[in-house]
């Protein structure tokens, strides 16, 4: 779609996705509102699974309860506030509209196959452009995206990959229990472990790749 990789083609693809209504008039979903954020030469890359409600209104990723957690993380994860986090990371989402709310109201809808798809091209641009050093992967579907199936427990607290490296991270809603277990709390602690590691590798040396040596932990099982 573009051909040479900076930021004037980094704006020509976010200005392009954000005219995006590919799942409207597929009756997908009634309204396209893609929510992203990031700047060039961005070393993070998150993925989550789809904006909230939150977001649809404010179109800023992860500005809901979640979002505050997750900032949280990243305070752990050895950031020095949430706007250097999101300073030095792109995030995205594997859908990146709203998908609406579940029937019964309690939760959002989780993202359809063919929006998730509709949306894939998007994603890979983006990180064809930033090629960034680490990939933070935010709750089970964009771990399976990029790693297959496997449980969590498998994920969490371990590194994957060389160049990018990639870190799995349970989502940050609330609505999940899979933290009310402390061994999954260790495991959450490790992963916080290792992105701190690896944005210390990218602060002494910005320009040299980094590699999973500086990261790689054991799993807890
Ligand atoms: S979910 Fe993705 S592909 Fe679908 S309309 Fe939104 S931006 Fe376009």
Redesign the pocket.
Known sequence: MVSRPGPAALRELQTA?RA?????DAG??AE???TFAGEWGAPFFLVGQAPGPAERETRRPFSGRAGKELDRWMLRAGFASAEEFRHLTYIAAL???FPGRNKTGTGDLRPPPA?VK??AH?LDAELELLEPQVIILVGQMAITRFLGPGPLEQRVGRSFGESPVMVPLPHPSGQSRWLNDPLNRKRLERALTLIKKLRAGWEENPQKKIHMGHAREHPLG
């Open positions: 996705c995006c209504h590919v799942c409207v997908i979903i396209a509102n893609p859908m990146r509209c929006a509709n949306c998007w």
